[in-house]
């Protein structure tokens, strides 16, 4: 069983940035693919940015340019970067490491951006 962590979130004016962090446990996590998903009360988990084994990434459109997802296999960290937030980012944010065909959540992070 991988426990996941997410730390980092917090309220940030609009064009301000935060930088979140997941601690996934295990031995095997530089195998593990990473994703960051966001949910806002009433709507379905989205999927934000993926942070494959070979450091390959990917990101939601709206986020590219903004967001910045890294990884540090010796820590068993993944962190993402967010800046130029905007008031659509707010969001429980959460970390989802992907082994073989298990996949694990954490309880997410909660990142506010208001005025």
């Known amino acids: 069983q991988v426990q996941v962590t997410e730390s980092g979130g917090g309220l940030v004016q609009p064009g301000g940035s935060l930088r979140l962090s997941c601690v996934a446990s295990?031995?095997?996590?530089?195998?593990?693919?990473i994703n960051w998903y966001r949910q806002t009360p009433g709507k379905q988990r989205e999927w934000v940015a993926t942070?494959?084994?070979?450091?390959?990434?990917s990101y939601l459109e709206d986020v590219k340019g903004r967001f910045t997802i890294e990884r540090d296999n010796a820590r068993n960290t993944v962190l993402l970067e967010m800046n130029a937030l905007k008031v659509e980012d707010t969001a429980v944010y959460f970390c989802?490491?992907?082994?073989?065909?298990?996949?694990?959540w954490g309880e997410g992070t909660l990142v506010t951006v208001s005025s």
């Open positions: 989802n490491p992907l082994f073989l065909r298990d996949t694990y």
């Open positions: 295990g031995s095997n996590f530089q195998q593990y693919i």
């Open positions: 942070i494959f084994t070979s450091g390959i990434t």
